[in-house]
């Protein structure tokens, strides 16, 4: 028999965050900001968002990671993904099967008839479904979390960042005061 225990450690809030706007780039490679999150949760026909840019930069830098329950919709809704994603544990960390979950009711179905079957009964299901993408052309397993868009990552163009040295940062600041 197959071991089907997950060994992984679980994914913080931040980290799932940090997945979800990997996966939602612009076409420039800009990942969504958190103003651009904050903007995202703002209702129909309402002027100002459910979570404020400095709620939703603290959950994005992982200083604050117990939310409650209607931030985590907000965030999910503003995302375009699951809410149970965002939840903590090891079973909440399979973004493609939460998406699935979410978006095919059948899936939900097939799930309820799986209730009370006998493990071996649960592998040989799962083996048909390989056997059933094979024969569609898809790969036999499926990534938690789905790889970003191809090209994606590669770096942009623009001018290169430097750190600048004390004195530099202590020069700027004086010209800025001083108007120049």
Do not use: C
């Not at 913080?12 to 999150?37: C, M, Q």
């Amino acid at each position: 028999m197959t071991d089907t225990t997950d060994r992984r450690q679980h994914m913080s809030l931040a980290s799932k965050l940090l997945v979800l706007l990997r996966l939602r780039r612009d076409p420039d490679g800009f990942t969504p900001s958190a103003r651009d999150v904050s903007d995202a949760t703002t209702p129909v026909g309402q002027r100002k968002p459910l979570l404020s840019h400095g709620t939703v930069n603290s959950l994005m830098n992982g200083t604050s990671s117990n939310p409650r329950s209607s931030t985590i919709t907000a965030l999910a809704q503003a995302l375009d993904a699951p809410a149970a994603f965002l939840l903590s544990g090891r079973e909440w960390d399979d973004l493609a099967a939460l998406s699935v979950y979410r978006e095919h009711p059948e899936a939900r179905e097939v799930l309820r008839l799986m209730q009370g079957l006998e493990v071996q009964d649960i592998l040989e299901i799962r083996s048909k479904l390989r056997e059933i993408r094979v024969r569609r052309g898809l790969p036999e397993e499926v990534p938690a979390i789905p790889p970003p868009p191809p090209g994606i990552d590669q770096p942009r163009e623009g001018r290169p960042r430097r750190l600048l040295s004390l004195h530099e940062a202590a020069e700027r600041a004086a010209d800025d005061l001083e108007g120049r």
